[in-house]
């Protein structure tokens, strides 16, 4: 099963999370080895804070959280398990690499916004948007710009990650980026 590719503009209320969460709270290494299918790692998204989340969570809901979110395990299960979950975006301080790449691959937008945590509260409403990479809190107008990234890597975002992109190109972002600069 395979989610629509992300909105260029994403609107919905947050769920904040502190720092460091690690990959064994967004969905412990018990569950991640049960399974392969997405939606059933959904039931196990932030297992580690609250075991009900899949019943709360809303479609277009979306994460901010502070520094450090996604470290520990290299797997992929963490964001297909947020993703899944009806997780529109994650918006973060800082991301460890590992999970930052892998949101890419699989079309989970994950923006790097210094400083957002503390401007934002549970279940404000936001707005993401892909096209120029800011966050918007709606209730005051407050924008904020992301970390810049490659407009190729916003375009396999919106693409909705690097299979749907080849599903759609059948070339990968990265060979059209080589023919323009002449590289191999």
Known sequence: MSLSPPSTIIRGRTWVW???????????????????????????????????????VKPGDLFVAGRNFGGG??????PVAIKYSGIAAVVA??????????????GLPALEVP???????????????????????????????????????????REGGLVEYYKKHRTFPWENMRALTGTT
Do not use: C
């Open 115 to 157: 400083g957002i945590a503390k401007q934002v509260n549970q279940w404000d409403e936001l707005e993401v948007n892909l096209q120029d990479w800011t966050v918007k809190k709606v209730n005051d107008g407050m924008i904020f710009h992301a970390l810049p990234v490659p407009d190729f890597l916003r375009g396999l975002m």
């Open 73 to 78: 395990s290299s797997r992929e299960q963490a």
């Open 18 to 56: 502190p720092d460091d969460v690690n990959t064994d709270i967004i969905i412990p290494f018990r569950f991640k080895a049960r399974t392969n299918d997405p939606v059933e790692m959904a039931k196990y998204a932030m297992y580690g804070f609250d075991p009900e989340f899949y019943k709360k």
């Open 93 to 106: 301080e800082s991301f460890a690499r590992i999970f930052y790449r892998n949101s890419f691959a699989i």
